[in-house]
């Protein structure tokens, strides 16, 4: 089974707009992390946000915030008031911490863009 | 603060060449460096993992003689892809992070195309 699946190979928003990106993952830790990274064309991955298994709250950073559903598994990122430059591709991964050490396992990526 | 840097940025070279790409943290000691590779349109794939001063530990399929890491500072790693082939043009991104469980902080990648 994939640990981190993202289903949305590509995704369109209107400027200003809202979007979710959606992430699912399977893990049997009971402690693990998980990242959201976007990439640009130019290759850099650009870390956004992170949230931790045992965090109560949903992490948030500026217009980045981590919709995190432990018992469905989910961590989806939403992103508020789109602007051009967040076009780029998205990644969700994850870290386990029982027996990963510090491996982070990527998804497939979500390709987002955004229109005028 | 948590620079990493790659060297070179693109690299272009005849099949049966070897290629050496640097991954340096500029600005903090990295006990553990990551290497991944990444084809067109895909997800970032972990090659191996390298401490400072230790072997790499090679991810299953990632073969140890062709992908030479070497990781003999805490500021330095080095993969050298030995006898490249066409197969092995990628997209190789290091990341570095001060161990445990600590945040990996991504270079900026090294675009091989192999002739």
């Known amino acids: 089974a994939q640990k981190i699946t993202q289903t949305q190979p590509g995704m369109f928003v209107q400027e200003k707009e809202a979007v979710t990106l959606d992430c699912t993952y399977d893990?049997?830790?009971?402690?693990?992390?998980l990242f959201w990274y976007k990439q640009p064309s130019s290759g850099e991955m650009i870390f956004l946000i992170y949230q931790g298994s045992y965090d109560e709250q949903n992490a948030t950073e500026g217009r980045y915030s981590l919709n995190f559903q432990k018992a469905r598994k989910s961590a989806n990122l939403v992103i508020s008031a789109s602007q051009l430059g967040d076009s780029a591709m998205y990644f969700c991964a994850m870290r386990e911490l029982t027996g990963g050490g510090n491996k982070l396992t990527f998804g497939t990526g979500t390709q987002l863009k955004v229109e005028l | 603060g948590a620079v990493v840097s790659q060297h070179p940025s693109w690299v272009i070279c005849k099949s049966g060449t070897s290629v050496k790409i640097e991954c340096r943290s500029l600005d903090f000691q990295a006990t553990t460096m990551f290497w991944y590779r990444q084809f067109p349109k895909q997800s970032l794939m972990l090659m191996a993992t390298?401490?400072?001063?230790?072997?790499?530990?090679?991810e299953q399929g990632v073969e140890k003689d062709k992908f030479l890491i070497n990781h003999a500072s805490l500021t330095l790693s080095t993969l050298t892809v030995t006898s490249a082939h066409p197969e092995d043009s990628s997209f190789y991104i290091c990341?570095?992070?001060?161990?445990?469980?600590?945040?990996?902080?991504f270079g900026p990648g090294t675009r091989l195309l192999v002739l």
């Open positions: 990341s570095a992070s001060t161990g445990g469980f600590e945040t990996q902080y």
């Open positions: 893990t049997s830790d009971q402690s693990y992390g």
């Open positions: 390298s401490n400072e001063g230790s072997k790499a530990t090679y």
